[in-house]
T-cell receptor, first 112, second 113 residues
Framework: LAKTTQPISMDSYEGQEVNITCSHNNIATNDYITWYQQFPSQGPRFIIQGYKTKVTNEVASLFIPADRKSSTLSLPRVSLSDTAVYYCLVGDEGTGRRALTFGSGTRLQVQP | DGGITQSPKYLFRKEGQNVTLSCEQNLNHDAMYWYRQDPGQGLRLIYYSQIVNDFQKGDIAEGYSVSREKKESFPLTVTSAQKNPTAFYLC????????????FGPGTRLTVT
């Protein structure tokens, strides 16, 4: 399974754009990149998934360079409610043959 | 109202007792998962099942057992062989490719004393 490396924590202020980068140097050809958000004492919630280039939905954007060895989750204009842990996962979600591994994630703290 | 339910939300047991955590989904998802989360840590995979009557060990299966007799249900038993059972347990399900994100239940916080 591809190992991922993320910053342990990040701080931001309300209204700012936050970019969280994840390194996955040994990503395989069939692997997708998926990001989840988790609030305390709750299950993680899917944010976004991508394979290459850029993916955007109503809450975030995911930027993936051509070599796919890293990815960046971009949260536009964060609010206090975006304070959470964000997990980057890399794996063969497309076929479902393998279960993914959650690392320790990035703890984002948004200040007023 | 579709989703994943886990019960109970809080569970207390004495050391040496087996305990079964419930996980039910009405999303018609094929795959189901059990994770364990310790304070300040990420999720660690215990067991997963891609289809009824089949399941695979995850990274930390020792001291746990599961069954998958029905598509909707994936109960987890924490046995007395699990050395440190106190944790937050999360169940998830996944529809399958191509839109294959996992949907998580609310979790069960197990305390063993």
């Amino acid at each position: 399974l591809a190992k991922t490396t993320q910053p342990i924590s990040m701080d931001s202020y309300e209204g700012q754009e936050v970019n969280i980068t994840c390194s996955h140097n040994n990503i395989a050809t069939n692997d997708y990149i998926t990001w989840y958000q988790q609030f305390p004492s709750q299950g993680p919630r899917f944010i976004i998934q991508g394979y290459k280039t850029k993916v955007t939905n109503e809450v975030a954007s995911l930027f993936i360079p051509a070599d796919r060895k890293s990815s960046t989750l971009s949260l536009p204009r964060v609010s206090l409610s975006d304070t959470a842990v964000y997990y980057c996962l890399v794996g063969d979600e497309g076929t479902g043959r393998r279960a993914l591994t959650f690392g320790s994630g990035t703890r984002l703290q948004v200040q007023p | 109202d579709g989703g994943i339910t886990q019960s109970p939300k809080y569970l207390f047991r004495k050391e040496g007792q087996n305990v079964t955590l419930s996980c039910e989904q009405n999303l018609n998802h094929d795959a189901m998962y059990w994770y364990r989360q310790d304070p300040g840590q990420g999720l660690r995979l215990i067991y997963y099942s891609q289809i009824v009557n089949d399941f695979q060990k995850g990274d930390i299966a020792e001291g746990y057992s599961v069954s998958r007799e029905k598509k909707e249900s994936f109960p987890l038993t924490v046995t007395s062989a699990q050395k440190n059972p106190t944790a937050f347990y999360l169940c998830a399900s996944r529809r399958g490719p191509p839109l294959s994100e996992q949907y998580f239940g609310p979790g069960t916080r197990l305390t063993v004393t």
